[in-house]
């Protein structure tokens, strides 16, 4: 096969770290490593770095610094949120409302709290998987202390109306959180003007470092900790700072909103004809999510009469990293849950691919993606003896 270059179009999985942030971390590994709960001025360099990195997370979001805790990711803050809330509050009410679309990092905690005696309404979407804030409202009760919606999926992209849900929320007195895990960099975010709560953010989704992520909680928020321990994170979040990490995250969130519509700009024009290529050149493919109100860089499609990973596995061959809705990795074919609540059938979501780009793209990697996808799809149906039964050569009957 020789040299073959990576086409990475995978950028809502993770995203390589730019070497601007790198540059940026590299000290706090070296003479910067003291710890920054001690008095002596390398432990000082420590502090004012975090400190540092806080004013660019807050700047970010339109938040006070002081309202900024770092954690290790995704999974902690909306852990943390979800957790931090109940239980704290569980005196007002025990009902949650969340959506059937999150990311499991919510979904998960929710059910686990529902053993623990909470009540949670997960929200249906609609075909594109947009929630609808008056469906939202009518599921609020006298007991509804939290409404968690993601800000956007990260499957299928869609991004949720959140300030008129957090709008809702106000107006209840319910705290709100939402996982932006997929938004920062991509969406202009304001936690003020959009009644956000609590909203959680995770480094690796924006080309900083895995393992580093934060939670924005307002001020006056009743939150329990997650964490115990020692009193780092002004006594909410335990645990020796991850300084290179937080540094990295503060760099990385910095150059990520500097051009939100510049940047977006750029990528939307490659996923656009990416899209337009593929449904063109291979008949039976439909395009999930929302086509308007989706993040700049993902393209989700179904082809009809194949399987997802069968797809994955030839796309790699041919140095093309990309995703599936399909997980049968565990034998277990089981479909994923975002393309289910749209209401796509069982079988064309097992045909389903997710190619999100990104920083690591050129207009190159669209056309290779372009010249080897219709072949890839051509030989699996080629195979597939439901498309030999369907008889279909066109058209579209999804
Ligand atoms: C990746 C992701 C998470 C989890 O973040 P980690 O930092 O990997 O724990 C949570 N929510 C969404 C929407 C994500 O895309």
Redesign the pocket.
Same mark, same amino acid.
């Given at each position: 096969m020789g040299a073959q270059r990576i086409i990475y179009m995978d950028h809502?999985?993770t995203t390589f770290v730019k070497p601007e942030v790198v540059t940026a971390m590299i000290p706090y590994f070296t003479e910067h490593f003291g710890n920054p709960s001690s008095i002596y001025s390398i432990a000082r360099e420590s502090k004012n770095a975090i400190d540092a990195a806080r004013v660019q997370t807050a700047k970010a979001l339109g938040a006070d610094p002081d309202e900024i805790y770092f954690t290790s990711? *995704?999974?902690?803050s909306?852990n943390w949120a979800i957790k931090g809330v109940a239980y704290a509050n569980r005196k007002r009410g025990n009902h949650i409302i969340t959506s059937a679309i999150e990311?499991h990092?919510?979904l998960h905690t929710c059910q686990f709290l529902e053993k623990e005696g909470f009540e949670v309404t997960y929200l249906p979407v609609d075909q594109y998987g947009l929630v609808d804030p008056a469906v939202l409202e009518k599921a609020i009760t006298d007991k509804t202390i939290l409404i968690t919606i993601?800000y956007a999926?990260?499957e299928i992209g869609t991004i949720e109306p959140i300030a008129e849900l957090g709008a809702i929320a106000r107006k209840h007195k319910i705290y709100f959180h939402t996982?932006a895990?997929?938004a920062i960099g991509s969406v202009p975010i304001d936690v003020k003007a959009q009644n956000i709560d609590l909203l959680?953010l995770?480094a690796?989704?924006f080309y900083g470092p895995? *393992?580093t992520?934060a939670l924005y909680i307002k001020k006056g928020v009743r939150i329990e900790n997650l964490i115990h321990g020692g009193g780092q994170e002004r006594r909410k979040r335990a645990g020796t700072e991850n300084i290179s990490g937080i540094v990295g995250l503060g760099k990385a969130i910095e150059m990520v909103t500097a051009d939100i519509p510049g940047h977006s700009a750029k990528i939307r024009a490659m996923r656009d004809r990416l899209v337009k290529g593929v449904l063109a050149a291979i008949p039976n493919a439909r395009l999930n999510g929302n086509p308007e109100k989706r993040l700049a860089g993902n393209f989700n499609v179904s082809f009809e009469f194949i399987e997802g990973e069968s797809m994955l596995l030839w796309l790699d061959d041919e140095g093309i990293c990309a995703s599936t809705g399909s997980a049968c990795t565990s034998g277990s074919l089981e479909p994923s849950h975002v393309l289910l609540a749209t209401g796509l059938p069982v079988e064309i979501s097992h045909g389903s691919l997710r190619l999100t780009l990104g920083d690591a793209n050129t207009d190159k990697d669209v056309d290779v993606v372009l010249e080897v996808l219709p072949k890839v799809v051509a030989k699996l149906r080629d195979m597939s003896p439901l498309y030999q039964k369907s008889g279909k050569e066109g058209g579209c009957n999804v």
């Open positions: 809502s999985a990711g *995704g999974s902690e909306d990311h990092a919510v993601m999926n990260n996982d895990v997929q959680s995770s690796h989704k895995k *393992g992520g």
